[in-house]
């Protein structure tokens, strides 16, 4: 089943245990926020296709959305660029992702964020077939990591930004639990003048201020990168 939707709002769990409903097109309309719960348990919606005037996606607005693979705001699934970078979830417009908003969303293996974004608590929380992330310079992780331990395919990650406009909190509530997550990614190079993870997280953590700091925990995650990854001290040095 696919449904066309006028309103403004999508109010609280508006939507919720729909487990027919497929795809969801709001591209026509004037959402402005999608509330708490509104798709919750939709388990076989797999498209979601937004308006541009969204800006807010509230808490648990698609958990437990097993099936849901793409959200856009066109049908560009049927028209990819294969020159350009696909992202499933890829959303510019959104200023907020909710507490909980795609948690428990398996099938999601791909997702863009933009620069100012704000994330709430476990919004990607049990995605575990994530694969591939796209950040910007900075953008706004509440109280939060963007990943969690139950986030282990993680494959690729960029940076699209110099390691000069890289901000604190991203290198070490985005960039660091994905390689913890994963020390594969630590041969990776991550950003637009192609650096390393360990050469991010040094740059970043330790020389960015005029005072670095040396805590333990800066000193045990940079451990941890030199020996999980020994290859990346030949490709360092």
């Known amino acids: 089943m696919e449904v066309l939707v006028p309103f ?5 769990y508006a939507f919720l245990n729909c487990k027919n ?15 708490e ?18 800006k807010n996606i509230h808490e648990a607005a698609f958990q437990n ?9 066109d049908h560009t699934l049927e028209i990819i660029d294969s020159s350009t970078p696909f992202y499933e979830i890829d959303l510019k417009k959104i200023n907020l992702f909710g507490e909980n908003v795609f948690r428990d969303c398996t099938s999601l293996e791909s997702i863009k964020i933009y620069e100012f974004q704000h994330f709430r608590q476990n919004a990607l929380l049990n995605c575990s077939n994530l694969k591939r992330i796209s950040l910007p310079c900075n953008f706004y992780l509440h109280d939060c990591y963007l990943i969690h331990n139950t986030t282990r395919e993680v494959q690729e990650m960029m940076i699209r930004s110099e390691i000069r406009f890289i901000s604190r909190e991203l290198v070490e509530k985005a960039l ?3 390689v913890l997550s994963n020390f594969n990614l630590l041969e990776n190079r991550y950003t637009e ?19 670095p700091n040396t805590s333990d925990k800066l000193l045990e995650n940079l451990f941890l990168f030199l020996k999980e990854g020994p ?5 360092l040095l």
Do not use: W
């Open 193 to 211: 003048d192609g650096l390393l993870p360990i050469q991010v997280y040094i740059e970043v953590m330790f020389f960015r201020d005029h005072k």
């Open 21 to 35: 409903l497929q795809k969801m097109n709001l591209s026509e309309s004037s959402v402005y926020c999608l509330e």
């Open 8 to 12: 403004i709002t999508i109010k609280s």
């Open 65 to 73: 959305c097993k099936a849901l693979e793409y959200m856009h705001y």
């Open 176 to 178: 660091l639990p994905c």
């Open 231 to 235: 290859s990346t001290i030949s490709l």
């Open 37 to 54: 719960g509104s798709f919750g348990n939709c388990y076989n919606l797999e498209y979601v296709i937004l308006s541009k005037k969204t």
